[in-house]
């Protein structure tokens, strides 16, 4: 039997979104279906709020609606300690943890040559001019443990390394090939402080 096309659309909408199926899209749109036209106005309202208010620091790249952020805003911090991580999403994973009074710089990505992505296409050299204005003495390197994380932490060491900071590496509390976004809350904060001294 044939959806009406607005169902059909909606289900192909939602089916776009990551770890979403076509048995989920499909609960989805019922569930809209039989919400108050209210909520589903509300839910309509909260995309496009995010996509119009939300934007990337100027100074660490982490999502905000205020330049700076409010991490980097935070006096109360320690401004001397950078935790590089891939995605802002990591950054919402480590401060989970309340163990990490740092501040963050995040990359947008990972070094992957066989996708077109190097250096240039990451914000490094954003991160290596902050280093050098703000008189950051630590860098915890928190990218995934990927090939592709590693491969990024190894570069990051070799380039930060002659420039007199110390760098490390959180520990591998995390599995190999995990994302720190799935990590609960004890693995991330035994990671962070079991970091180590990575060399280039």
């Given at each position: 039997?044939?959806?009406?096309k607005s169902v059909e659309h909606l289900v ?189």
């Open positions: 039997m044939a959806q009406p192909e909408q939602f089916r776009h979104l990551p770890g979403i199926g076509a048995k989920t899209a499909q609960r989805l749109t019922f569930y809209i279906l039989r919400s108050p036209r209210d909520a589903v106005a509300t839910l309509a309202q909260a995309l496009l709020d995010v996509k119009d208010k939300v934007r990337h620091c100027s100074r660490c790249f982490n999502i905000t609606e205020e330049d700076p952020c409010a991490i980097c805003a935070d006096t109360a911090r320690d401004h001397s300690m950078i935790c590089v991580v891939e995605e802002p999403h990591d950054v919402v994973s480590i401060e989970k943890t309340r163990e990490f009074r740092g501040a963050y710089h995040v990359l947008m990505g990972v070094l992957s040559p066989l996708d077109g992505i190097g250096p240039d296409a990451l914000k490094v050299r954003e991160l290596l001019d902050r280093i050098r204005q703000e008189g950051t003495r630590e860098v915890i390197v928190a990218t995934n443990p990927t090939i592709e994380g590693d491969a990024t932490a190894l570069y990051l060491a070799r380039l930060l390394t002659p420039l007199g900071v110390r760098v490390t590496r959180i520990a591998r509390g995390l599995p190999v090939g995990g994302d720190l976004e799935y990590a609960d809350e004890a693995t991330m904060a035994r990671a962070l402080d079991g970091r180590k001294e990575m060399t280039s």
